[in-house]
């Protein structure tokens, strides 16, 4: 069995302190597959123009991502033009052309509709919507995420698709702007309120939070002393975070909890490179590596004191 | 053996979305010494006015704080008053009345020179300096707190005190400013070239980050659903933080760990009512069971993966 995702395929141009990236293989589809990767089967669905290069879809093939969800329109792919030399931990956008994104209708076939696990990457919440409802009974596990865009610009059409998921992630700016909330406690019940069981608040540089019914799991970043470009590093959180709890044999909080330090792991590696530079080439063995620094990172004695 | 700590004793009036509270106990002294009370005991040093309260003095003794250290001048207590209403995380300073503080003139007697533990809490860095100067060779271990004040008047005095400390504790904005480094690992890595083999820098609501020369400690905040008032929430963790560390058998990277956690936990005691209201009538059980709450906020399971 596979995950099926649906998001976007993009060329992204960037401008970070490091440098520049222009017209690089990027969107959040892409970014979760490959992440996902590692892990798990993963079905792509998107849509790329005439344009988009042979090389770029062997790339996801060598991932053993099936890329048969992926329609090919007439026009140009998406693309997405953004600076980050203000500040690391956001970007200015400066320029999107949908292009064939426009008028993407993603058609759900027999195969891609009994899936296990299906993650909903940011895009238009119609969209995502569609593909949910396209999904066989035998749909265990839902994700989506999206972006403040949606949330200014179809906020019923967001809430809706929340509504119906299992898992929301999502940064922490948009849970405080959807709920109105200040407080990352008080937006993630707020958020759960709408529906979804599980809430996965992006913390960026401060690493992520996971709200469920009985508990609550906060870990940091892994520290990344040159972030080169942050680009896709939700996404691969996600990819990371779905790809390791589909290989699981059930969806307990153990799972979780070890599929959000997975998540946080994968995101830690797209930033130390352009694009999919880093998370195109990782081996099992380095992402084993940083899962052992991340726990040495955080692991404390649970025996306390001895008081005076 | 106690821990001789020096730094400011005030009146402080704060206004925060959840309301006001008016010339309430607080100062730098004040917070890390009520919080260290908890482990360890405490010596406190710092200045007080005629219009000090007795049932002041009475809490910090029925802390079994040493308030012999405690210097009674002409004229009024040092106050502090300040917004918190546009951002909880971010005091803005109305008022400074320096008062007592500005002719203050620590003096350390035989007895509290032989301390083995030293903090020097937020205060002008020449006090700092001289109250160091004081110690005898017993002394083990020193920390020092600081604030933006010192970096912006008095940048040659800080610097110099930092490069005699064993630990700089300090906020994110602050470490980030004294090096010019936006990047946090960078940040400490440059802090750590000024002297302090320990540096811990202060995330706020995100948490803690411990910088040591063999080793990396990372943990976000123990999340707190209502923040009334987070003046003294960096003092409280560096008083559980010392606190703690005071009671262990020697400054292992163990104990250094778990006095993070227990600085951790103190600080979000704090923040919970105003002023010094939840710090001051605390039980160890209440402190045991957020350090057993936070374990579970933060564990997860070494044990990796079966990947496909």
């Known amino acids: 069995m596979t995950i099926l995702a649906v998001g976007t395929i993009a060329y992204d141009s960037v401008e970070t302190p490091a440098g520049t990236s222009n017209e690089q293989l990027g969107g959040s589809g892409v970014y979760f597959s490959l992440s996902a990767s590692y892990f798990s089967n993963v079905t792509l669905m998107g849509v790329i123009g005439k344009d988009f290069k042979g090389s770029d879809i ?3 093939k060598s991932h053993k991502i ?3 969800g992926i329609k090919t329109s007439n ?5 997405w033009k953004a600076n980050y030399n203000d500040n690391i931990n956001n970007a ?3 320029e999107t052309q949908l292009n064939v994104l426009k008028n993407f209708d993603p058609e759900v076939n027999v195969e891609q509709s009994n899936s296990e696990y299906l993650f909903l990457a940011n895009i238009d919440p119609k969209l ?4 949910l409802h396209s999904m066989s009974h035998t749909l265990k596990f839902s994700a989506l995420d999206t972006m403040d865009f949606w949330i200014n610009n179809d906020i019923a059409g967001l809430k809706n ?4 998921v299992d ?6 700016s948009e849970a405080k702007q959807i709920t109105d909330e200040p407080n990352l406690s008080k937006a993630a019940i707020a958020l759960s309120g709408m529906g979804p069981q599980i809430i996965i608040i992006k913390l960026g540089e401060y690493g992520v939070s996971l709200f469920a019914s009985g508990f609550k799991f906060i870990i940091p970043a892994f520290p990344i002393e040159n972030i080169v470009d942050p680009t896709g590093a939700g996404d691969s959180f996600a990819g990371g975070f779905m790809g390791y709890l589909h290989t699981c044999p059930d969806i307990s909080e153990n799972a979780l909890r070890n599929a959000v330090v997975c998540g946080n792991v994968m995101a830690s590696f797209t930033v130390e490179d352009f694009g999919t530079k880093k998370i195109r080439s990782l081996s099992m063995k380095e992402i084993l590596q940083r899962f052992n620094q991340f726990w040495e990172l955080t692991k404390f004695e649970r025996d306390f004191i001895k008081i005076k």
Request: charged share 15%; hydrophobic share 40%; no cysteine.
């Open 66 to 68: 099936d890329t048969s």
């Open 58 to 60: 062997s790339l996801l």
């Open 167 to 172: 898992t929301l992630i999502i940064n922490e």
């Open 161 to 164: 698709i929340i509504s119906q």
């Open 128 to 131: 995502q919507n569609k593909v």
């Open 75 to 79: 026009g140009n792919t998406f693309r």
């Open 92 to 94: 200015i956008t400066l």
